[in-house]
């Protein structure tokens, strides 16, 4: 049972043009939401992170959305630039606190075309 | 550099066997997590541990078993191993969960292969 799913397993964009990845959870105990990068031979290092009590985090280019009724959430990348072409995970934690195991996705494959 | 190292890089050992992957967390990062990460697949949850004791458990099989140190470090067992163990295994690390909470360090992985 997938509880957080990424249905685009890849993403071809120009460079200089908006990325929009998306990410669809299915648990409404989640209560913060994550994203991360993922270059080959590396292991995934934190990009952005929005809580279920807001609906918008902006970091720099990056800039997450939330929507609870729907259960979905996707970052935006404006303006996409070579070096964002990586794989991009969405991550999920549940309510109650502690540091519980995060739930992610299959990820998305992010390629910026020159 | 995260801070979070795993040791080896690269495994390859034989059906049937036993490996240790080893992972030291980030200076003063109590929590250790444990992912796998097969072909096609996401980070699939093995398990947490927390200041030395089992936290959280995920996906993990029996053949598989983990502990934490008292210096902190983590060492995941994989027993009678089989080619479908074949993946990356990643270990991370985090100080706690609060608002603005940046997740886990992630160390670079092992990349166990079973021939």
């Known amino acids: 049972d997938q509880q957080v799913k990424q249905n685009s397993p890849s993403l071809s964009v120009q460079e200089g043009r908006i990325s929009i990845l998306n990410c669809d959870y299915t648990?409404?105990?989640?209560?913060?939401f994550l994203w991360y990068k993922k270059y080959p031979a590396e292991g995934p290092t934190f990009l952005i992170s929005?809580?279920?009590?807001?609906d918008k985090n902006e970091d720099g280019r990056f800039t997450v959305f939330l929507n609870k009724s729907a259960k979905h959430l996707s970052l935006h990348i404006v303006p996409s630039q070579p070096g964002d072409s990586a794989v991009y995970f969405c991550?999920?934690?549940?309510?109650?606190?502690?540091?519980?195991?995060?739930?992610f996705g299959k990820g998305t494959h992010l390629i910026i075309q020159p | 550099d995260s801070g979070v190292t795993q040791t080896p890089k690269h495994l390859i050992t034989a059906t049937g066997q036993r490996v240790t992957l080893r992972c030291s967390p980030r200076?003063?990062?109590?929590?250790v997590y444990w992912y796998q990460q097969s072909l096609d697949q996401g980070l699939q949850f093995l398990i947490q541990?927390?200041?030395?004791?089992?936290?959280a458990k995920g996906n993990i099989l029996e053949r598989f078993s983990a502990q934490q140190f008292p210096d902190l470090h983590s060492e995941l067992n994989l027993s009678s191993l089989e080619l479908g163990d074949s993946a990356l295994y990643f270990c991370?690390?985090?100080?706690?969960?609060?608002?603005?909470?940046?997740?886990?360090?992630f160390g670079s992985g092992t990349r166990l292969t079973v021939v």
């Open positions: 648990n409404s105990m989640f209560d913060y």
């Open positions: 991550a999920a934690k549940r309510a109650g606190g502690g540091a519980d195991g995060l739930t």
């Open positions: 991370a690390s985090s100080v706690a969960v609060g608002e603005g909470w940046n997740g886990y360090t």
């Open positions: 929005i809580s279920s009590i807001k």
């Open positions: 200076s003063g990062d109590l929590s």
């Open positions: 541990y927390y200041n030395g004791e089992e936290r």
